[in-house]
């Protein structure tokens, strides 16, 4: 994991940040968390639309499983209340461990899909839960390269 | 030979947050910047529980039962576990936009509205939404440069955008929202209990004890009585009424799952028959809902380790590419920051991405004058009292 996390940092050492795409919350199902899985036009050269909607839907149902009203989380409410909210201090709440989920799920998406394409996702939790945000690198190591005077600039961004 | 290294404490993210909240214990604790009103409700509370236990709970535990002080101190025990839960935590504070995430929204907006020229006034900033059948309006923010989610508004105390936002309680120092609603719930009933409590068995102890020793005597043993005459108001009754009622109501908005925000702007009654969207139909739902629901947790990341930017001029190697927040990885990674490394170039600036410097509030005009007074407990508007104003972010008009 740690090895991992220390390839997209060197993702992100050899490329130049080109621009950043965010993806909007939908709230059309009321205050739920989930985002729009309109293809955002910016990754139309880099990305499948089908890979993009299968991320977004893929945390859509992560964030509604998160958010599901139903007898577990009463039972979790309920049990909570009695010990005075003190029973947190021991044991997570199934929200914490479906966050988590997501988290493991975003670096696996990042692994597998986006950084081979020299984009990133970022963890909607690290933007207050509004935004997908997935930063568009243009790699400056890289022959491809499509625009050298944009990957001028020196150092990080 | 002793190498003198200097070890610069970490800068944790609550210290670079804006907003006018107060933090304490390093980042656990959050409350809002006036808190004289909080450490009033503390006294009240442990004040009037302090002369109960003290003077009546001896006689009735022996002259009835001694179930009576456990089961009061049960309920004390829960009123402030509740409180200090309510003041303590994140309200469901939505983090401000990071400076690209704003710019991107801008010029989405500036595409919606077109360029505006000059001298004239934009177009509100406002996207529609439809939620079962209801068109809901999402209003921008000039202060946290976002689309406020619905049911979210504004607290001018904090300056911070709340989700969930039901208003500004000073007799709890923070904001009541999403995450801590159903903690000031159980305190006000709880409190509620206690008082009802409290104030039925000084009745049955000065009940008894009058039957003994006789009325007059009896007010003059005991200072919580003695000290209601002079006020015609019996000391537990005086809280009694507003709490009571306070409960009551707020009972009323769980039944219905509406906000104390959203009851005072009527935004589900009157005209256009416009119904809440958010409700289901059902009480028993409802309250569950909101109650039991399921409690995210803060987005805000308090005690994250806020990322130093180096300096890079010096053409070293070890910039961290573009600053983006791992609060969780790599705070344990400190391959990436050495603690020495923190000592050389440790700009002070630390994360740009914060927004450090608190954004000037760019809506001059606020919307609506609406001051709800807090709460209905308040039986004499106080001059104390801070007008629990939610800001509606009045950029409707420009």
């Known amino acids: ?157 | 030979m002793s190498v003198m290294v200097v070890r610069k404490k970490a800068m944790r993210k609550w210290e670079k947050l804006p907003g006018r909240n107060t933090f304490c214990c390093d980042g656990r604790i959050m409350m809002a910047r006036q808190k004289g009103i909080f450490y009033l409700t503390l006294f009240l509370i442990l004040g009037t529980c302090a002369l109960f236990f003290a003077f009546e709970c001896r006689y009735l535990a022996v002259q009835l039962s001694p179930a009576i002080p456990v089961f009061a101190v049960v309920l004390f025990l829960f009123a402030m576990a509740m409180l200090l839960r309510t003041s303590f935590s994140d309200p469901g504070v939505i983090p401000r936009a990071l400076p690209d995430e704003a710019a991107f929204i801008e010029m989405e907006i500036e595409a919606t509205n077109g360029t505006v020229p000059q001298g004239q006034r934009p177009p509100p900033r406002i996207k529609n939404f439809q939620i079962n059948n209801q068109i809901v309006k999402l209003k921008y923010c000039y202060t946290c440069k976002i689309f406020r989610p619905p049911r979210a508004s504004h607290c001018s105390i904090c300056d911070n955008c709340v989700e969930r936002f039901d208003h500004h309680c000073p007799w709890v120092g923070n904001c009541v929202g999403k995450r801590n609603y159903r903690y000031f719930y159980l305190f006000i009933l709880s409190l509620s209990l206690l008082t009802i409590y409290i104030f039925t068995f000084n009745i049955v102890y000065v009940a008894l004890k009058s039957l003994k020793i006789g009325f007059l005597n009896t007010l003059k043993e005991t200072p919580g009585t003695y000290l209601s005459p002079p006020h015609g108001a019996y000391l537990p009754f005086r809280p009694l009424c507003p709490v009571v009622g306070l409960t009551g109501f707020h009972t009323f908005l769980v039944a219905l799952n509406q906000t104390t925000n959203e009851d005072i702007k009527g935004a589900w009654t009157g005209k256009n028959r416009v119904q809440n969207p958010y409700s289901h139909g059902n009480i028993v739902k409802n309250c569950c809902e909101v109650l039991c629901g399921p409690l995210p947790p803060s987005v805000l990341d308090r005690r994250g380790i806020l990322q130093q930017e180096e300096s890079s001029a010096q053409g070293d190697s070890s910039t961290r590419g573009p600053s983006t927040q791992e609060p969780g990885a790599l705070e344990k990674s400190s391959t990436q920051e050495p603690g020495a490394a923190q000592v050389l170039s440790a700009q002070a600036v630390g994360s740009t991405r914060e927004g450090s410097s608190s954004p000037t509030r760019q809506s001059a005009v606020p919307m609506l004058p609406l001051s709800p007074t807090g709460m209905p407990e308040e039986t004499q508007p106080s001059a104390v009292e801070l007008p629990a104003q939610t800001r509606d972010d009045g950029p409707t008009e420009h």
């Open chain 1, 1 to 157: 994991m740690a090895s991992e996390a220390h390839d997209l940092q060197e993702l992100r050492r050899s490329a130049s940040l080109a621009t950043k795409v965010f993806v909007q919350r939908d709230y059309s199902d009321g205050t739920l968390c989930q985002f729009q899985t309109k293809f955002p036009l910016e990754l139309d050269s880099r990305l499948e639309r089908q890979l993009f909607e299968e991320t977004v839907k893929t945390l859509n149902g992560f964030y509604a499983e998160a958010e599901k009203i139903g007898g577990s989380s009463y039972l979790e409410g309920c049990l909570a209340c009695a010990t005075a909210y003190f029973i947190f201090l021991c044991m997570e709440t199934h929200y914490e461990k479906v966050l988590k989920k997501i988290a493991k799920y975003i670096q696996e998406q990042n692994e597998q899909v986006y950084a081979p394409r020299g984009l990133l996702l970022t963890d909607p939790v690290e933007r207050g839960m509004r935004v997908i945000e997935i930063s568009i690198y243009e790699d400056r190591c890289s022959s491809r390269s499509t625009s050298s005077s944009s990957s001028g600039g020196g150092g990080g961004r």
